[in-house]
């Protein structure tokens, strides 16, 4: 059974930092596509970063240059670090796991929520 569980996050000034993690079990985490997707109150889930296994990093213009996610395939993990959060980040973030024959599991979400 695959698990993602999801670590990080709260309530933070505009300015501030937060870190996200995610952990995963039950799957080859080395050989799937890992990252990040975000929703807001009212808007549709939106991707922030993802990793790709053996591809470029892929991030979402609004967050360029203020986000940087990484992963550790030792340890199942896929973390999201958020530099110079403003309020338009705040959303629920969720941990996505896409397996090389396309199946994707999603954490159950963390909540971010920036302060003006």
């Known amino acids: 059974q695959v698990q993602l569980v999801e670590s990080g996050g709260g309530l933070m000034q505009a300015g501030g930092s937060l870190r996200l993690s995610c952990t995963a079990s039950g799957i080859i985490f080395a050989i799937c596509d890992v990252g990040w997707y975000r929703q807001a109150p009212g808007k549709q889930r939106e991707l922030v970063a993802v990793v790709p296994n053996g591809f470029t990093t892929n991030y979402a213009d609004s967050v360029k240059g203020r986000f940087l996610v990484s992963r550790d395939n030792a340890k199942n993990t896929v973390s999201l670090q958020m530099n110079s959060l403003k309020p338009e980040d705040t959303a629920a973030y969720y941990c996505?796991?896409?397996?090389?024959?396309?199946?994707?599991?999603w954490g159950r979400g963390t909540q971010v929520t920036v302060s003006s």
């Open positions: 996505y796991i896409r397996t090389f024959v396309g199946v994707e599991y």
